[in-house]
């Protein structure tokens, strides 16, 4: 599977990529797409998930990509530089989806693909010579959505086999090189019909099970079950729920909700395990769809689709604001969706010693982006600045102060659906009075926003 000769593809300097993409406090170092990947034929997908795996010894970065046909390894270790060091072909040729995760030197491939189809292992520890496939085989499942890693144990959504679906499993990886089975959700709680993606954290299972809502499990080891101990299946927002990920504290998740398009992520209050609240939802940009949250620190980036990655400052968990942005997908300017979604960036990956971020979009490959110029102490410059919005609950009128402003900037309602209800520019040094009493009852988000940032807050409207 070694390529004969290491490849350099598509590689643009940093000077040279800004230049075509639109961003704020995110740099552009490399990126990596092999123009000879041909799109599959149903949305025209030609890249997919990311991953990144660090060498024990050499201490070099690697990025993984998935694309319709296989994986690519690359070494980011100098992102002016990119190397692809491996391709894995697989069964497939023309795949829309493929995940990835890795535990120690194991790098675990999956795709949800139909028919030939087969889970792959790849030992990495080999690298920069070559990934070593060690399995490759349907013999544990066929195909599966997605997988996630907590402790020595793997996760895995959606599992087909021949004659047979599970909506979630967990093997041991004790023998990381086969993994085994040790419970499937299906034999403690059948009612689920599937598990899209999951967050795990000592066992507790914050699962994504589209139309059905969010679950949270927790798998006993012990005694070899699952457990449920809250859920949150009827809220404004509940389309198709895709992903999350928790706060530090684990007193917040952040909540994607895929299908329509269009949706806004939710911020809910899981303090209480059992009874999980929506408290306020957010949208990159009216209309776009985010995708995949990943909590890195007091830092949320957003992997959503047509608007490339968002980063939000999270210090205060519960109310996120925006300090920058990369768009990956310059083909539509930004308010501009096309439908369907399934266009710019899939995902992200936010772990790599040097502190760069990797991204994946779906037309134009690997992204190593550069997260230094992101402000910092956002909590002190943003929350404490002098911006007041009151009263909530509020009867007939909202009032807004700004006491430092930093430029133009304008003030936005949106429901609870994402929906703007309200917008207009805000009066710099000055209260600024905002009539709702046309407004409908109910849950708003307010959002002050300038050239550079935005911040937002939960209201209530009666």
Not at 308 to 337: A, K
Not at 372 to 378: D, K, M, Y
């Amino acid at each position: 599977m070694k390529h004969n000769t290491l490849l350099v593809i598509a590689l643009l300097t940093s000077m040279m990529a800004n230049a075509q993409f639109t961003f704020q406090n995110i740099a552009l170092l490399g990126q990596f797409n092999d123009t000879t990947v041909v799109a599959e034929p149903v949305y025209g997908i030609r890249y997919q998930s990311c991953w990144g795996w660090v060498h024990p010894t050499t201490l070099h970065e690697y990025g993984v990509i998935g694309s319709t046909a296989g994986t690519y390894i690359i070494d980011v270790t100098d992102p002016a530089n990119l190397i692809q060091s491996d391709y894995i072909p697989h069964r497939q040729t023309d795949a829309i989806w493929h995940e990835y995760k890795t535990f120690g030197n194991y790098l675990y491939i999956i795709s949800d693909d139909g028919g030939n189809n087969s889970m792959q292992i790849a030992d990495l520890s080999t690298l920069p010579d070559s990934a070593n496939v060690i399995y490759d085989s349907n013999s544990i499942f066929t195909h599966s959505h997605t997988l996630f890693i907590d402790g020595s144990k793997l996760y895995v959504a959606s599992v087909s086999s021949t004659g047979n679906f599970s909506s979630m499993n967990v093997y041991s990886l004790a023998n990381p090189a086969l993994p085994s089975l040790l419970r499937r959700l299906d034999d403690d709680f059948p009612a689920i019909g599937s598990v899209h993606d999951m967050f795990v954290s000592n066992d507790t299972v914050y699962a994504s099970c589209g139309y059905d809502g969010l679950y949270i499990f927790h798998y006993d080891e012990i005694l070899n079950q699952f457990v449920n101990l809250g859920s949150l299946t009827n809220f404004p927002t509940s389309r198709y729920n895709h992903s999350s990920d928790l706060s530090p504290d684990h007193q917040i998740l952040y909540m994607c909700d895929e299908v329509p398009d269009g949706m806004p992520f939710s911020i809910v209050d899981v303090s209480d395990i059992s009874n999980p609240t929506v408290l306020s939802t957010m949208s990159t940009n009216p209309g776009c769809t985010p995708h995949n949250p990943y909590v890195e620190g007091d830092l949320l980036y957003m992997a959503a689709y047509q608007d490339g990655l968002y980063v939000y400052d999270i210090s205060v968990p519960s109310s996120p604001v925006q300090i920058g942005y990369f768009d990956t997908h310059p083909q539509n300017p930004t308010g501009t969706y096309p439908s369907p979604a399934y266009q710019g960036c899939w995902a992200a990956y936010t772990k790599l010693p040097s502190g760069n971020i990797l991204a994946s979009d779906m037309q134009l490959g690997l992204f190593v982006l550069d997260v230094s110029g992101l402000p910092t102490s956002v909590k002190n410059e943003n929350l404490n600045t002098g911006i007041s919005i009151y009263p909530s609950p509020a009867i007939n009128e909202l009032f807004v102060k700004i006491e430092n402003p930093t430029g133009s900037q304008s003030i936005t309602l949106t429901d609870i659906t994402g929906k703007i209800v309200l917008t207009e520019n805000a009066e710099m040094n000055n209260i600024n009075k905002i009539s709702v009493n046309k407004i409908a009852a109910g849950q708003y988000t307010v959002t002050i926003r300038d050239s550079k940032t935005s911040y937002s807050k939960s209201v209530q409207i009666k």
